[in-house]
């Protein structure tokens, strides 16, 4: 297996734009977890979801942010509009089950204008 | 206060010594624990897990557990120059499954 797959590397916008981030889990895996990473906060829970249902996404920071994961083998986030404190690297990562090991995929690296 | 806190560091230590990296977690009701390690500019990949109090063992890594003091440590033993990593430690939240809290990380630097 690929591993997690998360498109693009690198994306680098201005502010107000809108931003969507991609994520193809590992075939199998049930469970699929949105992470934000900076320097000042760590690496950040947004959102995961169990067998497509999103379970918990009181990490999403505000409106501005929406995921979804429409079938078993892709998710989005979306950033709509984008701001500058939004910058930071986002983590798609899966699992097979709960509370096991997270297998994450590459990162975005997220830079807003 | 945060859920899962750790010595930010940095910490340097010579190779061949053994490294000791400490954590502690603040919801009583958490009962896995996670090491994972970060190069920079990487993702994380998990090193190390534990489920129950007392150490767990694998090769040059040992995971340690008390959930009475709600403190979890990893010991690195022989440390060697390609240990130098980030080292992330997570905790489950115990009323909701699946939710990890990480610690921001402790910066580990083995010279040679």
């Known amino acids: 297996d690929a591993g997690v797959i998360q498109s693009p590397r690198h994306e680098v916008t201005e502010m107000g734009q809108e931003v969507t981030l991609r994520c193809k889990p590992i075939s199998g895996h049930d469970y699929l977890f949105w992470y934000r990473q900076t320097m000042m906060r760590g690496l950040e829970l947004l959102i995961y979801?169990?067998?497509?249902?999103?379970?918990?996404d009181s990490g999403m920071p505000e409106d501005r942010f929406s995921a979804k994961m429409p079938n078993a083998s892709f998710s989005t986030l979306k950033i709509q509009p984008s701001e500058p404190r939004d910058s930071a690297v986002y983590f798609c990562a899966s699992s097979l089950r709960a509370g096991e090991k997270l297998f994450f995929g590459s990162g975005t690296q997220l830079s807003v204008l | 206060q945060k859920e899962v806190e750790q010595n930010s560091g940095p910490l340097s230590v010579p190779e061949g010594a053994i490294a000791s990296l400490n954590c502690t977690y603040s919801?009583?009701?958490?009962?896995?624990f996670f090491w994972y390690r970060q190069y920079s500019g990487k993702s994380p990949e998990l090193i190390m897990f534990?489920?129950?109090?007392g150490d767990k063992e694998d090769g040059r890594f040992t995971a340690q557990l008390n959930k009475a003091s709600q403190y979890v440590s990893l010991l690195i033993r022989d440390s060697q120059p390609s240990d130098s990593a980030t080292y992330l430690c997570a905790a489950d939240r115990g009323s909701t499954l699946g939710r990890l809290y990480f610690g921001r990380g402790t910066q580990l630097t083995v010279w040679p």
């Open positions: 919801d009583r009701g958490s009962q896995s």
């Open positions: 534990i489920y129950s109090n």
């Open positions: 979801f169990n067998n497509n249902v999103p379970i918990d």
